[in-house]
């Protein structure tokens, strides 16, 4: 079953196409990769997803339905949630905080039942905060729960970000270079938790990264994009013997490691 569909997705930016016509279908259950050149169009592809950009023409389908005219916050109530290329955490707030963050589209209590502590608003707030605490565990953070973002590791600043996302309960993450800035022990760590996320969490999960060790041995389809233009998609195997693709890349008679 399709968890997402990108028809015909085309986006320009002061007359530059950024995104040329791209579509691609994201099965459930599955790990999608998103790899090209730097520049190739992919955040800008995530941005029309989440509902950071409205594009030129296309669609994006989420469970058959049009998130296209969708603004973020009603993106994420569909259960769509995101990280960004750029760590955007409050720095000033706890880990667990900046996790209950997350919960928003899930409280469901007025601004009058939140005002009274009326029964419903303290059970809800109950549940998010039993909810937070298995996120914290699940990533391995409940030893730093009360400390400030700003006092945090980048590799834990990382994972909060992460955490915040899943606090959405989403059916897709959309994970924009998790791997950034980590060293090959961290890289390795967050594969098997991307890993244990589909399988333990049964989240869809699509990602743009440059790490291709990263992406070949994570992901079950990668689809690849070049000035804006899909030019190629397949199996790790496939995209990592394709021709265009090791010359969008690397130039021609190179080939796109797997290690």
């Given at each position: 079953m399709a968890r997402l569909q990108v028809e015909q997705l085309s986006i320009?930016?002061?007359?530059?196409?950024?995104?040329?016509?791209?579509?691609?279908?994201?099965?459930d259950g599955a790990i999608h990769g998103l790899i090209g050149p730097n520049g190739a169009g992919k955040t800008a592809i995530f941005n029309c997803i989440s509902g950071v950009y409205q594009p030129d023409r296309g669609r994006v389908l989420f469970d058959d339905h049009d998130l296209t005219p969708l603004q973020p916050?009603?993106?994420?109530?569909?259960?769509?949630a995101r990280t960004f290329q750029n760590i955007e955490l409050?720095?000033?707030?706890?880990?667990?905080?900046n996790v209950m963050v997350g919960r928003h589209v899930h409280m469901?209590?007025?601004?009058?039942?939140?005002?009274?502590?009326?029964?419903?608003?303290?059970?809800e707030e109950r549940q998010s905060r039993k909810r937070v605490l298995e996120?914290?565990?699940f990533?391995?953070?409940?030893?730093?729960q009360h400390h400030l973002a700003s006092s945090l590791s980048f590799g834990h600043q990382k994972m909060l970000e992460l955490g915040r996302a899943l606090a959405l309960e989403p059916k897709l993450l959309l994970l924009d270079e998790p791997a950034s800035g980590m060293n090959t022990q961290e890289t390795t760590a967050l594969r098997l938790l991307i890993d244990d996320i589909r399988t333990r969490l049964g989240v869809t999960v699509f990602l743009v990264e440059h790490d291709m060790g990263?992406?070949?041995?994570?992901?079950?389809?990668?689809?690849?994009?070049?000035?804006?233009?899909?030019?190629?998609?397949?199996?790790?195997?496939?995209?990592?013997?394709?021709?265009?693709?090791?010359e969008a890349y690397l130039g021609e008679g190179t080939s796109v490691a797997d290690d």
């Open positions: 320009s930016f002061g007359g530059l196409k950024a995104v040329d016509n791209v579509s691609f279908t994201i099965e916050h009603e993106v994420a109530q569909r259960g769509v409050f720095q000033n707030m706890t880990a667990f905080e469901k209590s007025s601004l009058f039942a939140g005002a009274f502590a009326l029964p419903g608003v303290r059970n996120i914290l565990d990533l391995k953070l409940s030893d730093v990263l992406v070949m041995k994570l992901c079950d389809r990668i689809s690849v994009i070049n000035f804006g233009v899909k030019i190629a998609e397949g199996t790790p195997q496939a995209i990592q013997n394709n021709p265009d693709v090791i």
